[in-house]
């Protein structure tokens, strides 16, 4: 694989990476919303998915989503009988999102997006050298 192509593939993680955090950004936003409606369904985790997508040009396996889905945990249960959404018990449903979870995945997404700056970063440092070299 040249150098370039190395470029086209770390580009893709980052893509892919960018997506994720875009995911886990919105079940963090939603993380305590509760349903919009009384005996609605609050606001669902969403997980993201990824597949190998062959460039047939470059010869190259590239990194692309494949798909967000929804995630069909239970959802949370919390007691607040002062919640207009509560149930005749006085129990809120709550999104079924761990904050912790989705830190943790955010943390591992940043360390995957910034792996692939480097490898681009490094790749660009070679072209640069080499192209010094022939002058």
Same mark, same amino acid.
């Given at each position: 694989?040249?150098?370039? #192509?190395?470029?086209?593939?770390?580009?893709?993680?980052?893509? !892919? @990476?960018?997506?994720?955090?875009?995911? %886990?950004?919105?079940?963090? !936003? #939603?993380?305590?919303?509760? !349903?919009?409606?009384?005996?609605?369904?609050?606001?669902?985790?969403?997980? /993201?998915?990824?597949?190998?997508?062959?460039?047939?040009?470059?010869?190259? @396996?590239?990194? !692309?989503?494949?798909?967000?889905?929804?995630?069909?945990?239970?959802?949370? /249960?919390?007691?607040?009988?002062?919640?207009?959404?509560?149930?005749?018990?006085?129990?809120?449903?709550?999104?079924?999102?761990?904050?912790?979870?989705?830190?943790?995945?955010?943390?591992?997404?940043?360390?995957?997006?910034?792996? #692939?700056?480097?490898?681009?970063?490094?790749?660009?440092?070679? %072209?640069?050298?080499?192209?010094?070299?022939?002058?």
């Amino acid at each position: 694989m040249d150098l370039v #192509n190395a470029i086209d593939v770390s580009s893709s993680g980052m893509k !892919a @990476q960018t997506a994720r955090i875009k995911v %886990i950004s919105e079940n963090l !936003a #939603n993380s305590e919303s509760g !349903a919009p409606v009384k005996g609605g369904d609050p606001y669902r985790r969403k997980t /993201i998915g990824f597949k190998t997508v062959l460039d047939r040009v470059n010869g190259t @396996q590239k990194v !692309a989503v494949s798909g967000v889905s929804v995630d069909r945990s239970p959802f949370r /249960i919390k007691f607040d009988p002062a919640n207009p959404v509560a149930d005749e018990k006085g129990y809120v449903e709550l999104p079924n999102v761990n904050a912790v979870i989705e830190m943790s995945d955010m943390r591992e997404a940043q360390r995957s997006y910034e792996a #692939n700056l480097t490898v681009i970063e490094s790749s660009r440092g070679m %072209i640069r050298s080499t192209l010094e070299l022939l002058k």
